[in-house]
């Protein structure tokens, strides 16, 4: 379906994008690690609670690395 290849060159662009470390260094907020993962922002909280995934806290705010959130997702 035009989804399923969609979801393809969308992986095939974050696999290029890893490679050139651009997205490797990237910062994302609870919201996009929502929308990365498919996952709700309480489960990702709980993660946070918990200890299992890393994260930087500025100015009230939580932020993610790219490469932390592959890691928790691999755990």
Avoid: H, P
């Amino acid at each position: 379906s035009t989804m399923t290849e969609y979801r393809i060159l969308e992986e095939i662009q974050d696999i290029k994008e890893l490679i050139s470390g651009s997205k490797a260094k990237r910062l994302m907020n609870i919201k996009d690690v929502a929308d990365y993962t498919r996952l709700s922002i309480s489960t990702i909280r709980r993660a946070v609670r918990l200890g299992r995934l890393k994260v930087m806290r500025t100015k009230g705010k939580l932020l993610f690395s790219f490469i932390d959130v592959n890691r928790w997702l691999d755990a």
